[in-house]
Nanobody, 114 residues
C-alpha cells in the first residue's frame, strides 16, 4: 500500500520562505512523477509544480522564479522550496506521486500573512 506524507507547512510573512517535503513509500522503487498542487478556499485545485524522475519540471506561471521543486529519487521524496511568498500563495498544498495511478498525500496548510 502506497503512503504519501507531506510536511512543512505553516504561517509565514509576505516575502518569507517555506520548504515543503513529501515522502512516498510502499512497494514502488521510483515514482514516475511527483509534485505539488494547491487549493485555496473557494477555488479549484491547481498545479504548483511537478517533476519527473528524469528531472523534467513543470511550474505554474504564478510561481515561476519563486518556487523550486527538487526530488531525491533514492528516497522517493520531493521538496518544494517557496521563496518570496505572497498572500495569494495561501492554500492547502497537496503532494502527489504517480506510478500507474496518482497517489495523493494529505494536505499541508500554507498561510502567508502579516
Amino acid at each position: 500500500q502506497v503512503h504519501v506524507v507531506a510536511s512543512g507547512g505553516g504561517l509565514v510573512q509576505p516575502g518569507g520562505s517555506l520548504r515543503l517535503s513529501c515522502a512516498a513509500s510502499g512497494g514502488i522503487s521510483t515514482f514516475y512523477s511527483m509534485g505539488w498542487y494547491r487549493q485555496a478556499p473557494g477555488k479549484q485545485r491547481e498545479l504548483v509544480a511537478d517533476m519527473t524522475a528524469g528531472g523534467s519540471t513543470d511550474y505554474a506561471d504564478s510561481v515561476k522564479g519563486r518556487f523550486t521543486i527538487s526530488r531525491d529519487n533514492a528516497k522517493n521524496t520531493v521538496y518544494l522550496q517557496m521563496d518570496s511568498l505572497k498572500p495569494e500563495d495561501t492554500a492547502v498544498y497537496y503532494c502527489h506521486a504517480d506510478q500507474f495511478r496518482r497517489y495523493w498525500g494529505q494536505g499541508t496548510q500554507v498561510t502567508v500573512s502579516s
